[in-house]
């Protein structure tokens, strides 16, 4: 499967944008889905998954919110009060075996999109 990540911009803090991810392939509903993020001189972070149901990091819950539609092949990220530390590249990824327990750890995604940047500024 091939992903497609868009919707990064500049926003103000406080502000709210919504990331896509578009999925190329078939039997996309079989698939679990993901959004990571890496900042700067950091490694790569977990952020929300999707399977049959939602999961996310403790740093984004009750802000961001994962979604997707299968007949789209596709997942979003709406993110609310945004806030300077969430500027990072966002990457979406998907699996079709990963298991729960390894969500989190980006080496168990098999397939990820090519990331798109978003800016908070305070």
């Known amino acids: 499967v091939q992903l497609q990540a868009s919707g990064g911009g500049l926003v103000q803090a406080g502000g709210s944008l919504t990331l896509s991810c578009a999925a190329s392939?078939?039997?996309?509903?079989?698939?679990?889905v993901g959004w990571f993020r890496q900042a700067p001189g950091k490694e790569r972070e977990f952020i929300a998954a999707?399977?049959?149901?939602?999961y996310y990091a403790n740093s984004v819950k009750g802000r961001f919110t994962i979604s997707r539609n299968n007949a789209a092949n596709s997942v979003y990220l709406q993110m609310n009060s945004l806030q300077p530390e969430d500027t990072a590249v966002y990457y979406c990824?998907?699996?079709?075996?990963?298991?729960?327990?390894?969500?989190?750890?980006?080496?168990?995604?098999?397939?990820w999109g090519q990331g798109t940047q978003v800016t908070v500024s305070s």
């Open positions: 990824a998907a699996d079709a075996s990963i298991i729960v327990s390894s969500f989190g750890d980006p080496r168990h995604w098999d397939y």
């Open positions: 392939g078939s039997t996309f509903s079989r698939y679990a």
């Open positions: 999707f399977r049959r149901t939602t």
